[in-house]
């Protein structure tokens, strides 16, 4: 408990009590198409389908104060001037709450007796955010007040938005209708679809123009006419339009009044106008008329909570730890799927212009969400094979809009077409569909062509294999998953970009990382193969495997642990005779992880020394000791100041990759341990060190190198939410999808007696209740299906469920995973 707020696990919420917290806290509306960024005080900005050519409303990012525009409703009561959310004009409430919860956010301030209830969601399947609004009289005596709701409206494409102003602010339109404010930009010329910002009350006046509504020289916590009390109906004609309608209240005594804004993206295909130039509105209005009662509002906001509750029974965990349940059960199942559509475009930490949907970011994505929409995990990884290269290198990116992958922040990191082999077999063993191997996807380097998704996959494993240095060991590229780890790149120039500077080729850089991703990749190419009856095939990555872990065993081991990479000249890095960055994270993972060290006692002494090098009461360190000087030949990765980011911070990302590799060596205790000193929920005792939402992972947490030791940044866009979903319900609590099956092998803490898991598998429901009477960290006893003593640890599948599983843990070992 703190000061801030709390979690309300029943209602599946995160209740924040103040809105004065260490950093805006974040959430997302939205589930389909239609995202909006929602902070704690309302805060963000709305677009469709991609935050940077279909951007809808305004943000200016790195505002002061820090998180300033967004959906906001001012109260003009009697003069006295405020906003349920706190922001903008920061009048202290008599009370105020924020509920974040799945999809929307429940924003309630109360002052003088008025209370206003915020409730912003997005219908499923729709195109529009709702604002549910309630505004009660609490008090013994009528009162009257004003409302104006505001947004500004972003001109469709936001890196244009916020640089070109020579166009932009010639060229805003809108047309009013009514209580519909309809934002038209660019729909005379090029464009079929517009911003319709509505409400389904009758309205006392409008703005659309923002100077008018706010003035000049004025900010949006004095807008001038909220402080006349009085709209202007001002038309915008260029510079900066926005939506605002005034509302004029009497409320009787106890009385409340119930009605809604809406903000909808609309395309509108022919007739496209109703007279010249004026855009043809019926489906505007027939939004409007649709959600005209409170009752149509509330219909839509259940099927919203529905929609949460199905997916998030797909997997449901009842286990002795409240942070590990919490976070498994709702928030980190909510954050990758927030991560599934979101890829790393948009959050405070992303503007929505930079960075597309990832290649390696989005084949991660996969593995969190595919048990709860495996049709959607189906798409995005045909979509992110269609941008691979017919050498098998890959798009780093590519736009949603346009799923055309681009080459803005580079390309030839030499693990991203790996990262596909691990996403489709995750898809293919949550669904049995093998179907989607002979899908015609094509490169996207030529056009027309139609190689399936398994020639892809091949074409994955043999450009690794093509590509490897002076010890076997694979090319780094520009870099591998540590973006950060330039070993080409010898930058001087302050001006470009570590990623894309640096020649590439002819370099012998290589990756012990790569070496363990592809280890494991090779080992999942295998088991694929395997279940499809090609055993010649199986053979040939048993053979591939079997070379590449020669190649990690005899170049790669440094004495107690893995090395990291050999640089351009072939000196290694992550070596106990360097200087700096003698120990790093990724290579003890992957390898141990890959099935290097299984019997000669090397996986077991790499984690020991990341337990006695790298980890801290705040997570595991990527890299110690930390570069203090900036390396040529070690490029992006020194040029942070030590205990940050990939310089030394703890990337929970990679964290999550330690505590699977603990779970295959059987160290329960230690695999919690590491796992509650990332975790979320469990910062709550630390938050004014933390800062961050308690409630969702973060990319990064300060090292101990840095001076803010223990303060998180970077949250909710990042690949720990995948990562510890798949560690905590498949390596902790051990409900693993297999091809013919779910396989139980957990590995838990000793003291830990009883547990149960309800796991929706391929349309059918588990419900295991796993029971540890000796005390055991890990190995299946016995198990039985429905009463049937089953062979082995795998439940068999079920046409129809629930299916009853009950295991038994104890000293008699299951098998080891190959
Ligand atoms: C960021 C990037 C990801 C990369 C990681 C480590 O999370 O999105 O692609 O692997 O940083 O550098
Ligand atoms: C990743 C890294 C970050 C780096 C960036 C470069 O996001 O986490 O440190 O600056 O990639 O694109």
Redo the contacts with the bound molecule.
Sequence with gaps: MHGYGHFDDTAREYVILRPDTPLPWLNYLGQDEFFGLCTNTGGGYTFWRDAKLRRLTRYRYNNVPMDLGGRYLYINHNGSIWNPGWKPVQTTLDRYECRHGLGYTRITGAKGGIEVELLFFVPPGENVEIWKTTVRNTTGKPQRLTLFSFVEFCLYEALNDMTNYQRTYSIGEVEVDGSGIYHKTEYRERRDHYTLFGCTRPIDGYDTARDAFVGVHNGLHEPQVVRAGQARNSRAFGWNPIGSHQINLHLAPGASETFAFLLAYIEQGEPKFDQPYVINKTKGRQLLAKYSTPVAVDTAFEALGKVWSNLLGAYQAECPNEHANRMVNIWNQYQCLVTFNLS?TASLFETGIGRGM?F??SNQDILGFVHMLPERARQRILDLAATQLADGTCFHQYQPLTKKGNAEIGGDFYDDHLWLILSTCAYIKETGDRAILDAPVGYADKPGSRESLLHHLETSIAYTLNHRGPHGLPLIGHAD????LNLNCFSKEPNESFQCAGDVDGSVAESVMIAGLFLYAAREMEQLFAWLARPDAAQRMHGHHQEMLHAVETEAWDGQWYLRAFDAESRPVGSAKCDEGKIFIESQGWCVLGGAGRDNGRALQALQSVHEHLFTPNGIILQQPAYSAYHLELGEITSYPPGVK?NAGI?C?NNAWIHLALCQTGQGERALEYYLSICPSAKERQIETYRSEPYVYA?MIAGRDASCFGEAKNSWL??TAAWTFVSVSQGLLGVQPDYEGLLIDPCIPKDWTEYKVTRRFRGVEYKITINNPDGVNRGVKCMTVDGKTVDGNRIPLFETGPVEVEVELGKALVRLPA
């Design positions: 790393r990832g390696r970011d998953w540590n973006d950060c990939e990337f990302h990319q990042t690949g």
